[in-house]
């Protein structure tokens, strides 16, 4: 029989059987109309990203269930992919030809690019291949990537569809501009964060002389473009103000004073100043009350002519602290208030976002909305954990029309083509004048798709490139310059990746999907909107579950990123820990809906549970003896120590199962290690050691069995956490003649729980035998009993079923417990003060002390330890008392010292009622 190496070393096994599990197609799924399919889509990471904890908690989760349904006899598919990630990839490439001195606009469009297809043939797949290292069991043959063909006619397809169906529209309206990138970003991709700034209150002169009201800014250079000021119709105190005018002042503009209910009386003076060019909600007002727009700047955040010759070619900030100073001068300054408040970034670069007026593409979302929340409501997709409905519905109901233009040129161009001639003529073209232009002749785009003119002066929206205007046969057309936002492409992921538009046999099986594991950061960006495309274009919701991660964070609580220097490189954590115990680490610290808190060293556990696996698994392997001497376990007499480890085998069984359907990895992990570490190695195979000695005796063999059985299943469920150390094990294990167990672990049957080896009652019973000699090596442990020598213990059960099964284990309870003798009496009683242990069933252990401890010494060790714990309560308290401590430090902080002081004064009873017990008190 092979034999395990002495020690487990992850680099020697993980490429191995990684390439093997690969080479086998384990990994590839099938159309199987018979077979129930589950599917799991990952979340495509960017092309420029390397793999990052937040990665490794994600796929870690998706692996263990597509590992684990596969076991099932499902028909299992992980679907991979990656996504082009616009505006990332744009900025990595433009650093790089940076770094030789040119810019994007030197080379032009095309040749730009083709460098970012060369980058992304080079650098692309990095992430792929750490996934790998990691041990993710996607269906590569199956890999898409959202700019490839396919992909990219689905997207087409779409935009064509909705525009035809008047949910695409194009407008004048305040987007999010980023200066920094020169693209409109979506509300989803502006991050807010708290700044400490300014209320400036400024004086605006009212037209006629003498008067002045008083406004409140955050943001005075856009004054500039005021139009107007606003006051609340229910404000008395500024009931006289509304219809009158003021000037803005350095530029001189008379504007109105006009009254709507988007004004909040409370914000400064009740008086706020209307820019529609550049706030959102100023857009609004101007709408409804038919403002002009004054754009003051241009892309780059620099003021522009209309913001007057003093302040032209200023930079945004430069220009407010000018013009600021210039109010002062002019005495239009009343006061300065600091005020915080959230100011947006752009979630790649960091850089302030401004409100800018711009000409854009739109997705009408309401439409679209209504059915999607409806279905979260209505149950057909369950959110795991259900706290996240809320933060849907909140969205889905307020939700706003999505800005899906970019202006970058890495991504899916829009698919809209300008006639020159036409938008010249102002030319608005019927339906009619249309269809009559389409059947001159031979078309000049794909009829299987056609284009959509019309609704706007010139435009063709076309699923494929138009040779020539379809109306006027003019061959002058360019295309929109624009790309759209990369989530267009990625909401459709779920279809588009399967086949869609065309009706492929891979859609009609794996469609809708299964599972969906994500973060709850990019519930609005993503999930909410596969949602709405699902039904939309399918019919039918994408997935049936989703499941949300928690956010890893370090053992501080901030959450990991490279600014703070607090995320390890996960290559490098596999590399000095193994992908098992970094996969079963994260499994253990992934509770539902609760954030990660993780740290390198947590790493140890899974570590050392990987090395326990090992050697028990090497132990019993030296031990077993050949295939052969298998003896069928369920054939005679049953010891209740082998009832007790099959039934607590069978009882995690179905707590690992049920666990993972419920999404409760934490817990599925909990009970393996749970069962391996104590139920299996620390009791069974202690308890049967001297049998394993014992040759051919039937009880010997039947032992055998059932540690060979239990590790056997065992390894099964280990499997989806622990893929690469589970196989290494299960190809050594022995068959009995006869015997097919198949060629991989990851393809063996997943283990059904057998009830009738199930018995509650017996293993409650055996664990107090167990609890008795933990009791008795904690009071060794506490009297200080040298670890070679033998004690002496009486026990007094509570029962005498209790006491029959202490007798029957009377071998291995001396064995465990180190003790040259133990008395059973349900009468015992102490002829002096002995160490007593009583346990949960009322049963209590007395131990023999004086041939073992020298009662003075120990003693005065007792008393030296009393004080030391005294000690440290004394400064935890010290602590706790301080208030300036209290107000000072991190509430996780203030936590960890009380459960400190908690600890100590749980250790000083202990420690008292070992010395009293000596003592004889």
Request: proline residues 6%; charged residues 30%; contains cysteine.
């Amino acid at each position: 029989m092979p034999e395990l190496a002495k020690r487990y070393d992850p680099k020697n096994v993980e490429e191995k059987w990684y390439s093997f599990w690969e080479s086998r197609g384990y990994f590839t799924a099938k159309v199987r109309p018979g077979e129930s399919p589950y599917v799991i889509v990952i979340p495509p990471p960017n092309i420029t990203g390397i793999l990052t904890m937040g990665h490794v908690l994600n796929n870690t989760l998706q692996d263990i269930l597509i590992r684990w349904k596969r076991m099932q006899g499902y028909e299992a598919l992980w679907l991979p992919g990656t996504d082009h990630a616009g505006i990332a990839t744009q900025n990595v490439v433009e650093k790089e030809l940076a770094k030789e001195g040119v810019r994007r606009q030197d080379i032009g469009r095309k040749a730009f690019l083709k460098k970012v297809w060369d980058w992304r043939e080079q650098y692309g797949g990095t992430i792929i291949r750490q996934l790998k290292r990691l041990g993710c069991s996607c269906d590569w043959s199956r890999e898409r990537f959202t700019m490839d063909e396919g992909l990219s006619h689905a997207v087409r397809e779409v935009f064509v569809r909705l525009y035809e169906k008047g949910l695409i529209y194009r407008g004048n309206y305040i987007i999010n501009w980023c200066p920094r990138c020169h693209t409109a970003v979506s509300d989803e991709e502006v991050e807010h964060e708290e700044h400490n700034g300014h209320l400036w209150h400024i004086r605006y002169p009212v037209k006629g002389g003498g008067r002045h009201v008083t406004v409140a800014t955050t943001r005075p250079e856009t004054m500039l473009g005021d139009t107007a000021i606003a006051v609340h119709p229910g404000d008395e105190r500024y009931k006289n103000l509304v219809g009158e005018k003021v000037i803005v002042p350095i530029v001189e503009r008379e504007i109105p004073v006009i009254a709507d209910n988007a004004v909040d009386p409370a914000f400064g003076t009740g008086i706020v100043k209307v820019t529609p060019a550049h706030d959102p909600n100023d857009f609004l007002i101007g709408l409804r009350h038919s403002l002009a727009q004054v754009v003051v700047m241009d892309g780059n955040a620099v003021m522009n002519e209309n913001a007057g010759s003093d302040y032209r070619g200023m930079d945004r900030f430069e220009c407010r602290e000018a013009l600021v100073k210039h109010l002062e001068d002019l005495k239009l300054i009343e006061k300065i208030e600091k005020h915080a408040h959230a100011v947006g970034h752009c979630y790649r670069c960091q850089t302030v976002i401004e409100p800018y007026l711009s000409e854009q593409w739109f997705v009408k979302m309401k439409p679209l909305a209504e059915p999607a929340l409806k279905a979260v409501l209505d149950k057909k997709i369950r959110f795991y954990p259900p706290r996240w409905i809320k933060v849907y519905q909140n969205w889905m109901e307020n939700i706003r029309d999505w800005c899906i233009s970019r202006q970058l040129w890495w991504g899916h161009r829009i698919p809209v083509w300008y006639c020159g001639d036409c938008r010249q003529q102002s030319t608005v073209h019927s339906p009619q004048s249309i269809a009559a232009a389409m059947d001159r002749g031979p078309s000049t785009i794909d009829r299987s798709g056609p284009s959509t003119v019309g609704r706007s002066k010139g435009v063709i929206v076309s699923r494929e490139k138009p040779l020539e205007c379809p109306v006027c046969g003019s061959q002058d057309i360019e295309q929109d310059e624009d790309v759209l936002d990369t989530w267009f492409s990625s909401w459709l992921w779920p279809f588009s990746t399967l086949g869609w538009p065309e009706e492929t046999a891979d859609l009609g099986y794996f469609y809708p999907t299964a599972t969906l594991v994500t973060g709850p950061d990019i519930i609005f960006f993503w999930v909410a909107r596969m949602i709405m495309a699902g039904i939309e274009f399918m019919g039918e919701v994408p997935f049936r579950d989703v499941f949300f991660t928690g956010i890893i964070r370090d053992r501080e609580g901030r959450k990991m990123s490279k600014s703070l220097g607090n995320s390890p490189d996960p290559l490098d954590v596999i590399g000095q820990y193994g992908a098992d115990a970094l996969r079963f680490t994260i499994a253990r610290l992934s509770p539902v809906g609760q954030d990660v808190y993780y740290s390198n060293e947590q790493c140890e556990l899974g570590r050392n549970f990987a090395n326990k696996i090992w050697n028990a698994s090497r132990f019993l392997l030296m031990n077993i003896g050949d295939s052969g001497t298998r003896a069928d376990w369920r054939a005679g007499s049953l010891s209740s120590d082998d009832r007790y480890i099959l039934s607590k085998l069978n009882q995690t069984v179905t707590g690992v199962t049920d666990a993972l359907a419920a999404y409760r990895f934490n817990e599925a992990a909990e009970s393996l290690y749970e069962f391996f570490w104590s139920d299996y190695c620390d009791w069974y195979i202690e308890s049967v050691k001297p049998l394993l000695q014992r040759g051919e005796d039937e009880h010997a063999k039947r032992s055998r069995s059932i540690l060979l059985h239990c590790l056997e299943t065992f390894l099964r469920l280990l499997s989806p956490l622990m893929p690469f150390l589970s196989e290494e094990i299960w190809q050594m294990l022995p068959t009995s003649p006869g015997e097919e167990r198949g060629e991989s672990v990851t393809k063996a049957p997943w283990p059904d729980s057998d009830g009738a080896l199930v018995d509650p009652a017996l293993v409650e019973k055996v664990q107090r035998k167990f609890e008795m000699i933990r009791a008795v090596r904690n009071l060794r442990k506490e009297h200080n009993v040298p670890l070679g020598a033998e004690v002496a213990v009486a026990v007094k059960p509570a029962t005498a079923e209790e006491a029959s099964i202490l007798e029957e284990g009377r071998e291995v309870c001396l064995r465990l417990m180190k003790a040259r003798e133990m008395r059973i009496d349900p009468h015992f009683i102490p002829e002096r003060a002995m160490p007593t242990a009583p346990i949960s069933s009322g049963t209590i252990v007395y131990m023999y002390l004086e041939k073992n401890v020298d009662v003075a010494t120990e003693g005065k060790r007792l008393r030296g330890e009393i004080e030391e714990i005294d000690r440290g309560i004394e400064g935890a308290e010290r602590e706790l008392n301080n208030r300036e401590f209290l107000r000072k430090a991190p509430e996780k902080v203030i936590e960890m010292r009380k459960r400190k002081k908690e600890q100590l004064l749980e250790r000083r009873a202990k420690v008292q009622n070992s010395l009293d017990q000596l003592l004889g008190k």
